[in-house]
Nanobody, 115 residues
Framework: QVDLVESGGGVVPPGGSLRLSCKVS????????MGWYRQVPGRQRELVALSTSGGGPIYNDPVKGRFTISRGDAGDAVYLQMNDLKPEDTAVYYC?????????WGQGTQVTVSS
């Protein structure tokens, strides 16, 4: 059984920083990518950042230059460093790990940017 557990969400003022962590338990074969998505009520889930196997990181335009994605050396974790946070970054953030067979999702962690 595979589980993805996110942590690190919270409430921060504009301009603040948070570091999200996603720990993967269980074995996933042939990972294609590990990434972060976010969703606000009434809107579709959107890509935030993606770390692809064999390629460079991919960032959604609104977070470029502010967010950095990284992976654990053993491939069992993925992180998202978020700097200069803005109110529009407020959302539930989900960890995703994908291979050719399926997508695995975490339960989500709330990030709220508010003064």
């Amino acid at each position: 059984q595979v589980d993805l557990v996110e942590s690190g969400g919270g409430v921060v003022p504009p301009g603040g920083s948070l570091r999200l962590s996603c720990k993967v338990s269980g074995h996933i074969l042939e990972i294609n990518g590990m990434g972060w998505y976010r969703q606000v009520p009434g809107r579709q889930r959107e890509l935030v950042a993606l770390s692809t196997s064999g390629g460079g990181p991919i960032y959604n335009d609104p977070v470029k230059g502010r967010f950095t994605i990284s992976r654990g050396d053993a491939g069992d974790a993925v992180y998202l460093q978020m700097n200069d946070l803005k109110p529009e970054d407020t959302a539930v953030y989900y960890c995703n790990v994908a291979n050719i067979f399926q997508d695995y999702w975490g339960q989500g962690t709330q990030v709220t940017v508010s003064s």
